[in-house]
């Protein structure tokens, strides 16, 4: 059996393109903004990598942060569990959900996975930084998504490399929070993945030259992520996968290229 990579878009919600990509061509410029998860088959189990938004998140939500993101396009036929189905998955299917952030539209899918037996992995400092949070919801980070926390058999690494399973590690690139991570698979056909969840928001997040965004947690740590990323592409000569983007990157030791990024339930990266 091979490893390999599938894509679920979990919905697109509307926002300004701006709270993406902190340019001036991007001000005022609509967004369908996909939440994205990833399946990953890999002969010792199944791994999902991320988990999208709450089936409650329009109830759950603070106002000031639905007054810039326009969740009613994600309909429940979207979320996470219903994505599984479709695909004829539960959560008792998964060996591992790694969260490579902890944010409301990365982290809110997780509660499926209450009693499923599955081992959740976050790294030390995203976990510490939301334990120690003064308020239930800021900076869309929201509490109550990680009360499940407290009802799943939970690991928290600090290492800024962790293998995870042969062939697929877990790679720490603060910045955008403190404790993102990002994971890089190795297929036998497609080559290496680097997924980055909000490390790149976009394929423009990568430049160069580099484009922030508003929401981010120590800008000189994200750049160095970035790089972190850049450098990792071009010694694999990688694919890489942007948090909000259905186009991957494709680097190559001396230039990128854009590939389309397939979501269809029937196609994976091998």
């Not at 680097?251 to 590939?259: G, S, W």
Request: proline share 6%; charged share 20%.
């Amino acid at each position: 059996m091979e490893t390999t990579l599938r894509g679920l878009n979990l919905g697109n919600f509307g926002l300004d393109m701006s709270a993406l990509l902190d340019s001036p061509e991007y001000y005022g410029m609509p967004y369908q903004c996909p939440a994205i998860a990833y399946i990953i088959e890999h002969p010792d189990g199944l791994v999902l990598f991320e988990t999208g938004l709450s089936e409650h998140a329009l109830d759950e939500w603070p106002a000031a942060w639905q007054k810039g993101v326009d969740l009613t396009t994600v309909l429940p036929e979207h979320r996470l569990e219903a994505r599984l189905k479709q695909i004829g998955l539960g959560p008792e299917d998964f060996r591992y959900v790694v969260l490579g952030h902890l944010h409301t539209d990365h982290a809110g899918g997780a509660r499926i996975f209450r009693d499923a037996g599955v081992e959740v992995v976050v790294h030390e400092a995203e976990y510490q930084h939301v334990r120690n949070m003064t308020e239930d919801a800021a900076n869309f980070f929201n509490k109550v998504d990680t009360e499940v926390h407290e009802h799943v058999s939970l690991t928290t690494i600090s290492d800024a490399e962790y293998e995870l399973l042969p062939g697929v590690r877990l790679v720490h690139l603060p910045g955008h929070t403190p404790g993102q991570m990002g994971m890089v698979i190795d297929l036998a056909h497609s080559g290496t993945a680097v997924l980055t969840s909000d490390a790149l928001y976009r394929h423009e997040t990568y430049g160069p030259p580099l484009i922030g965004s508003q929401t981010v947690w120590d800008p000189q740590q994200w750049r160095d992520s970035v790089e972190k990323v850049r450098g990792l592409a071009k010694e694999h000569e990688a694919l890489i996968f942007p948090g909000h983007d259905g186009e991957a990157i494709q680097q190559y030791a001396t230039r990128t290229e854009l590939r389309n990024f397939e979501f269809t339930p029937d196609f994976s990266y091998s």
